[in-house]
């Protein structure tokens, strides 16, 4: 469809259904309710593309997803962060539309649009008044297959990358220290490199490197097409098929496992850079869903997370925040749907006066009060209150709805184990709790990295240092 035709769909469509132009006869198309779900519906396209579609009749709205198999974790020495740069070529236009014309129709539309890019996925969204899906599919299958990769529109948007790396990395001391605790914490695992890339790769990418990351990566036998909203599957398919089914198949990659060897002893960093306060982070290797040596464990480290950072009531607020007054913020993270080995790790600053030793001596003492008693029944059932509470609060969200069903498909896992989650969650016992703690929270699988504040004038001598050499 051209520009003009566009512009004329802005003006005409109406609404999913009422206009045999706009929606393909469903007939061709069955939609069967998939068992786990029955508002969720999937559909393969001859070229591979898989659709799923989420029925969700509350609002006469819509949320379009494309997402790629392909995100940092696939990156190689030399060429990292050329996943986020490619999500930003992709707004640069193609033989039908020039660059910008993507985003001013998704306005003229009324609608809303972005891109992200993460360790293990791409992905590209919409959300739209239901009637104008349309447009957002017109576009997606278009630069799909046609992105025009120039040359002047690549040395504008790489020095907008480094800018961004710069002000969110560089010039961040928590985030700086939390980028070399992941070069740390991963020796030979995909998740080493920031999503972003090290500066020296991006300094030294070429349009070429982006064009081979496009043919490689982006086909429709290596994307799935995620949409939720007020519309019926069928006529989503048939839709999807109108605008998609043309796209060619692409051969795409293999990868090789590059599964993280064993760490064998603790790992310690310090980062120095300009800062105000110190900043701690200790992380464990962890399993997740995909190499747990039993099928609980994922969930029972959810469940410990939850205990120690699920909101103001939980242990490391209530006790060194709150309680003795020993680190002025807290927080951990996990994550149990990550296709590679995690690491559950905890980040702090300790309050002033306080040392870092002395802040990490205290959260020690939390993970050793989890391994040798076991969690009390009531604060279990709390935290498994919350969980459930907050699943039921995601739902209000057709955004994050698709959200969740596009990770986990492409990832590997399969949208399905997210229907799973609240059931296995409310399953794990206070027993189950405590093993993953004895079992995984030892020092010879853990990393720990410290940012050791610099004034502006010692760093400024460093770096003399460092350049005369």
């Not at 019926?232 to 692409?250: H, N, Q, S, T, W």
């Not at 802040?359 to 076991?374: C, K």
């Not at 399969?414 to 969650?425: A, T």
Request: net charge negative; proline share 6%; charged share 25%.
């Amino acid at each position: 469809m051209t520009t003009k035709s566009i512009a004329l769909l802005v003006l005409t469509t109406v609404a999913l259904g009422g206009c045999a132009s706009l929606s393909p006869a469903p007939g061709d198309f069955t939609a069967t309710p998939h068992p786990a779900n029955p508002q969720v519906y999937e559909h393969r396209l001859d070229n591979g593309l898989k659709v799923i579609v989420k029925e969700d009749h509350r609002a006469p709205v819509v949320v379009s997803q494309v997402w790629y198999k392909v995100g940092s974790s696939y990156e190689h020495s030399g060429i990292t962060g050329v996943s986020h740069v490619l999500e930003h070529m992709m707004f640069k236009g193609t033989k039908q539309h020039p660059p910008g014309e993507f985003s001013r129709i998704i306005a003229a539309n009324g609608g809303r649009e972005n891109a992200f890019t993460g360790q293990d996925y791409t992905a590209y969204f919409q959300q739209l008044e239901k009637s104008r899906l349309p447009v957002s599919f017109e576009l997606e299958a278009d630069r799909m297959h046609n992105l025009v990769l120039r040359e002047d529109e690549f040395r504008k948007e790489i020095q907008v990358v480094m800018e961004e790396r710069r002000t969110r990395t560089e010039d961040n001391p928590q985030a700086l220290t939390y980028e070399q605790f992941n070069a740390a914490a991963y020796v030979n695992s995909p998740y080493h490199a920031p999503v972003i890339g090290w500066m020296d790769d991006l300094e030294n990418m070429t349009v070429d490197d982006l064009a081979r990351w496009y043919q490689s990566w982006y086909a429709p036998n290596n994307a799935t097409l995620v949409v939720v909203g007020d519309v019926k599957a069928a006529e989503v398919f048939a839709l999807a098929e109108r605008y998609f089914g043309d796209i060619p198949p692409a051969e795409i990659p293999k990868l090789k496992p590059r599964r993280e060897i064993q760490q064998r002893g603790e790992r310690r960093i310090k980062v120095k850079a300009p800062a105000q306060v110190p900043f701690l982070i200790m992380g464990y290797k962890t399993p997740s869903v995909v190499d747990a040596e039993a099928a609980w464990e994922p969930y029972a480290l959810e469940m410990l997370l939850g205990i120690l950072d699920g909101g103001t009531s939980a242990r490391l607020t209530r006790e060194l925040v709150r309680g003795q007054q020993i680190a002025a913020s807290i927080g951990a993270s996990y994550d149990s749907f990550s296709p590679h080995q995690e690491v559950f790790s905890i980040s702090a600053t300790p309050a002033q006066g306080v040392s870092v030793a002395t802040l990490e001596q205290a959260i020690r003492r939390q993970l050793e009060r989890l391994q040798q008693e076991p969690v009390s029944q009531d604060e279990l059932e709390r935290v498994k209150a919350q969980v459930v509470a907050s699943k039921v609060y995601e739902k209000d969200s057709i955004f994050y709805q698709a959200m969740t069903i596009g990770m986990l498909e492409t990832v590997g896992l399969g949208w399905p184990l997210g229907e799973q989650y609240v059931d296995r969650l409310k399953a794990v016992t206070a027993e189950q709790v405590q093993a993953v703690a004895r079992k995984y929270f030892h020092d010879d699988t853990l990393t720990v990295a410290v940012l050791e504040p610099q004034t502006e004038a010692l760093q400024d001598h460093t770096e003399g240092n460092r350049h005369a050499h």
